[in-house]
């Protein structure tokens, strides 16, 4: 039943695909190939057949009939012209002009800077006489001498200045020198010899007294408060745990483990279990009453 029905599907869509065909692509394809593709080519070979004969051969016929010979006449025309011109300019500048310069400018610009050399040379001479000259001559027998015997004034003076104020600075140099030296002393019996001898002869026996006498028995004291304080720390953190142990043991039961003391702790000293006085109708002492246990009550177990 279900390959009937698939080969009957097939056939459909085969007998459709075939009327479609048919219907929109053989028509179009027909008419492409056998009218479309024709006529274009006709009407293109008849549009190039009337360009060539209607454009091209025409224009060609007038470039090589008209404008070829018209080109090359005015080519002719022009270099003719250009060799006129090129002979005028030849003989109305070129050559007038080179015969101007050499037989004209040229000795006239020689003259020129002959002149103008000699002018030069005289104008170098009358200065070097008047001014150079003149003013090597001050300088040398003038300004030399006077400038050496100048520097060697001021190099005597300095020299000499310099050897005073070395002398002046030495001398002072001592003179503040004894003057700091007996300041110094000065000041050292005045100031520092009293210091040390009251350091010497009062603080330092009244430091020792005070160690020995007041310091170091203090510092016994307070180390043996503080071993005191530590021991109670220890005895009472003793007592703590041997009421929890107490406590755990009786509500849950067993021996259970002794528990470990912490490390450092003072152990508790053992007390011999007290056994209580027998009662009698009359009034007992506070000497018959067993001491109560030293430590925190159950309320300060946790």
Do not use: C
């Amino acid at each position: 039943m279900g390959h009937g029905i698939a080969w009957t599907a097939r056939a459909f869509g085969v007998a459709l695909g075939w009327v479609g065909k048919a219907l929109f692509y053989w028509p179009w394809v027909g008419l492409w190939r056998y009218v479309l593709v024709p006529v274009g080519t006709a009407v293109g070979v008849a549009v190039a057949w009337l360009v060539h004969h209607l454009i091209v051969v025409p224009a060609l016929w007038i470039y090589r009939r008209v404008l070829t010979p018209v080109g090359h006449a005015v080519l002719w025309v022009f270099r003719g012209l250009g060799a006129g011109f090129a002979w005028l300019g030849l003989h109305l500048v070129v050559l007038p002009a080179r015969w101007a310069y050499r037989h004209v400018l040229t000795p006239v610009g020689h003259g020129i800077a002959w002149v103008i050399r000699g002018i030069g040379a005289a104008i170098a001479a009358l200065v070097r006489w008047t001014v150079v000259v003149p003013a090597v001559a001050v300088w040398r027998y003038v300004l030399a001498p006077v400038g050496r015997a100048i520097g060697t004034a001021v190099t005597v003076v300095a020299r000499e200045t310099g050897a005073a104020f070395g002398h002046a600075w030495r001398v002072a140099g001592y003179v503040s020198r004894a003057v700091g030296r007996f300041v110094g002393t000065l000041l050292r019996w005045v100031f520092v010899e009293p210091f040390r001898w009251v350091y010497r002869a009062v603080l330092t026996p009244v430091g020792h007294a005070v160690r020995d006498v007041l310091w170091r028995p203090v510092r016994n004291a307070v180390r043996e408060a503080g071993r005191s304080v530590r021991r109670a720390l220890g005895a009472a953190r003793e007592s703590v745990r041997r009421t929890r142990a107490e406590i755990r043991r009786a509500v849950f039961g067993g021996s259970g483990a002794p528990e470990r003391p912490e490390p450092g702790a003072v152990p508790e000293p053992r007390r011999e279990q007290s056994v209580p006085a027998a009662r009698t109708l009359g009034k007992t002492s506070g000497r018959d009453v067993s001491p109560p246990t030293r430590g925190p009550g159950l309320g300060d177990a946790g």
